[in-house]
């Protein structure tokens, strides 16, 4: 018998992303796990391909293979990707993890076949399977009880579950998960990029001022990603004109099918209020949070099952505003606290939380109160601390036979 820990982990992941990889290369290099493999369903991250959300090609700018194990496993779909069940078709899965022979799978998300052919295999070979996903029922019902009695059934196939946060760990137990299956390994990111002591990304923050313009002592609210009705990037604009602020600036960064209507309503605006940069790759990331006072993530709906970039600006020390509907909001952002919370479909709220957020980022010793209490919440949200909830995860699974 081998420790509970110690086992061979496969981990049934879509793609690289900047979040997971960094995270993969620290359990690699840290956690007891005798193992570990990552099966990769597509190469999106890696190659140069188009993002239609963002509306540009790219491939990510940092090392998402290195220092842990993984092969992508041939991935058949005719378009492939999360949008659609077939978006992930690897019929070549199943062998591949016969091969490698994990005594423990880690299963990131369901709704697609591949996902379901893993969790098949999984139960045919009697392999554990601990499932990670950060869905939530915030700002909207519970499912309905045929629904609900899938999810159930689904669940009930699972050793134990990480759960994210708050949100996510109800949505678990409404769905019936026992609270003994249930892990706390929170979304993470890879705080060492995300230093707000970097010389170089303090430098080239400060390029980015002088280059747009905006004065030094002007209030920066900051709006970065895919400029999409679901994260409101338009709604936003209308709060920050509304305002009227001459004390402010707003910038967006990224692209998508928002960006030319943003464009056409900025032009309103006074000169230098409203400010647009393009996408900007994962190592241009740290300077873009460092330019701002203020990191905005208004969506609605339950597109924004979490919302990393907020772990991300917080690492750069900046507090966030963010709606009733992120799923990160019950865990990191405290209104008042660490930053400001509207409700999503409200402009008045969302225009008063605006209001409320510039005011308090003025110099002064609110400010530098919220900015410790942004770094002393999101101290516990480090790859270490979700790597502990896998640990666990992985211990209540027994001992392993050798």
């Known amino acids: 018998m081998t420790a509970p820990s110690s086992r061979r982990l496969g981990v049934v992941l879509s793609h690289p992303t900047q979040y997971y990889s960094p995270w993969f290369r620290w359990l690699q290099a840290h956690s007891a796990v005798a193992a570990l493999r990552v099966f990769y369903l597509w190469n999106f991250g890696v190659t140069r391909q188009h993002d ?60 697609w076949a591949s996902h379901l052919r893993a969790l098949a295999w999984a139960r045919r070979r009697r392999v554990p399977v601990i499932f990670r996903g950060d869905s939530h029922f915030l700002g909207r019902p519970a499912p309905d009880w045929r629904r609900r009695r899938l999810l159930g059934f689904l669940f009930r196939q699972m050793a134990a579950c990480l759960y994210t946060g708050q949100a996510n760990r109800a949505y678990f137990r409404t769905l019936g998960v026992p609270e003994n299956k249930l892990f706390f390994g929170p979304h993470s990111v890879n705080a060492a990029l995300f230093d707000p002591a970097d010389a170089g990304h303090r430098a080239a923050a400060a390029r980015l001022r002088t280059e747009l313009g905006i004065p030094p002592a002007a209030v920066v609210v900051l709006a970065a990603g895919k400029l999409i009705p679901a994260k409101q990037p338009r709604e936003l604009l209308a709060a920050f004109l509304a305002l009227d602020r001459p004390d402010a600036a707003l910038v967006f960064v990224g692209d998508g099918v928002e960006k030319p209507a943003l464009q056409s309503l900025a032009a309103a605006a006074r000169p230098g209020a409203v400010h647009f940069l393009p996408f900007a790759n994962q190592s241009e990331m740290p300077a873009r949070y460092l330019l701002a006072d203020v990191f905005a993530l208004p969506s609605r709906g339950s597109y924004e099952t979490w919302g990393l970039a907020v772990n991300e600006a917080m690492h750069m020390g900046v507090p966030c505003l963010v709606s009733d509907r992120v799923g990160c909001q019950l865990d990191l952002v405290t209104a008042g606290e660490t930053g400001w919370v509207f409700p999503a479909e409200s402009a008045a709220g969302l225009r008063e939380a605006l209001a409320a957020a510039i005011a308090g980022s003025r110099p002064g010793a609110a400010r530098e109160q919220r900015r410790a209490a942004v770094a002393a919440r999101i101290a516990g949200y480090t790859y270490a601390q979700t790597t502990l909830g896998l640990q666990d995860a992985l211990t209540s699974l027994g001992p392993v036979r050798a």
């Not at 790219?58 to 992508?72: N, R, T």
């Not at 990707?81 to 993890?97: K, Y």
């Open 52 to 111: 239609p959300r963002f509306q540009t090609t790219f491939q990510w700018d940092v090392d998402l293979l290195s220092g842990y194990e993984s092969e992508f496993v041939p991935n058949r779909a005719a378009r492939p990707g999360p949008e659609h069940f077939w978006g992930f078709n690897n019929p070549a899965l199943p062998a591949r993890l016969r091969a490698w022979q994990p005594d423990a799978l880690l299963l990131f998300g369901y709704p």
